[in-house]
């Protein structure tokens, strides 16, 4: 029963920062790639984040050097410290744990972000 729990969406003015948790139960984080994710209505779902199995980042190019995933291991989340936000990063943001046990992807329910002043 892998489950994927995200926090920390809001509503932020332009220039504003937030934090936002996946916090994960039934299963350690530590084996697997990890993954932020975002979507608004109408559009693909895009990659933002990915923590790789191999320890590296890597970002969209949209959101590189303002956002930063990161890992807790001992509270088995990861977040997504989002700096210097924009509007245009107004979207529902989903973590994503990559090929999980089983073999197959979980995705969190999403929490929803708004920039606008």
């Known amino acids: 029963q892998v489950q994927l729990v995200e926090s920390g969406g809001g509503l932020v003015q332009p220039g504003g920062s937030l934090r936002l948790s996946c916090a994960v139960t039934g299963s350690t984080i530590s084996p697997y790639a990890m993954g932020w994710y975002r979507q608004v209505p109408g559009s693909q779902r895009e990659s933002v984040a990915i923590w790789t199995l191999s320890q590296y980042t890597t970002y969209a190019a949209a959101v590189k050097d303002r956002f930063t995933i990161y890992r807790d291991l001992s509270k088995n989340t990861v977040y997504l410290q989002m700096n210097n936000l924009k509007p245009e990063d107004t979207a529902v943001y989903y973590c994503?744990?990559?090929?999980?046990?089983?073999?197959?992807?979980?995705w969190g329910q999403g929490t929803q972000v708004i920039v606008s002043s």
């Open positions: 994503k744990m990559a090929r999980g046990p089983g073999g197959v992807d979980y």
